[in-house]
């Protein structure tokens, strides 16, 4: 079974900082894990992907994650945080080639940027 | 990327009554979609996966008569809560695939049953 985990409930930043949200996973196959974000009352955007290649990825917003295989995470970094970027972050995992194509989600990590 | 619209964003409704949430796939076909819900502060708990033409698979402990899903054509899917109480109030979320690895998300449907 696959799983993620999410260990922050909330990461606080000063705007202008540096920010990361951590992530970990655990699949028996090939993980595509992927990162959304939510702002109130609002579905999840998509940010950015890992799939295969380059461990480093970039996504929306200046936003990029890092997969880790030996570490299994997947932790997402943005080098100049902005208040705008306080949301609800979600990150997910689908193992390749699931017939069931489902996607697991961590718990949530809500970010507060603050001036 | 692709677009999902869902709809109504938010309802209220009274006990008893029954409340059809609508998922559509606006620019491409999605035989696959997936409802989830939400509660406050909590992840997503995927409801069922919705099959274009077909029954849908619902997660164990969500009852298939209550939620009901049809997936009648290959960009729209509903979902009716039927018999709607207080304690099915919550955010539900739909999704969808358009052939490429990551899923897009409707703006989800706040209900409300009072």
């Known amino acids: 079974a696959q799983s993620v985990a999410q260990p922050e409930d909330q990461v606080n930043v000063a705007e202008g900082n540096p920010l990361t949200v951590k992530c970990t996973y655990s699949v028996s196959g090939n993980p595509y894990l992927f990162w959304y974000v939510q702002y109130p009352n609002r579905g999840l955007q998509f940010l950015l992907k890992?799939?295969?290649?380059?461990?480093l990825v970039k996504g929306s917003y200046g936003f990029e994650a890092e997969f880790n295989k030996s570490q299994t995470s997947f932790h997402l970094k943005k080098p100049s945080a902005l208040v705008s970027d306080s949301a609800l972050y979600f990150c997910?995992?689908?193992?390749?080639?699931?017939?069931?194509?489902?996607?697991?989600f961590g718990g949530g990590t809500r970010l507060m940027v603050k001036p | 990327g692709a677009v999902v619209s869902q709809h109504p964003s938010w309802v209220i409704c009274k006990s008893g009554t029954s409340v059809k949430i609508e998922c559509r796939s606006l620019?491409?076909?999605?035989?696959?979609m997936f409802w989830y819900r939400q509660f406050p502060k909590q992840s997503l708990m995927l409801m069922a996966t919705s099959n274009e033409g077909s029954k849908a698979t619902y997660e164990q402990g969500v009852e298939k008569d209550k939620f009901l899903i049809n997936h009648a054509s290959l960009t729209l899917s509903t979902l009716t809560v039927t018999s709607a109480h207080p304690e099915d109030s919550s955010f539900y979320i739909c999704?969808?695939?358009?052939?490429?690895?990551?899923?897009?998300f409707g703006q989800g449907t706040r209900l409300t049953v009072v």
């Open positions: 620019d491409f076909q999605a035989t696959t």
């Open positions: 997910a995992v689908r193992v390749y080639n699931n017939a069931g194509n489902m996607l697991t």
């Open positions: 890992y799939i295969t290649g380059d461990n």
């Open positions: 999704s969808a695939r358009s052939g490429v690895p990551e899923a897009f």
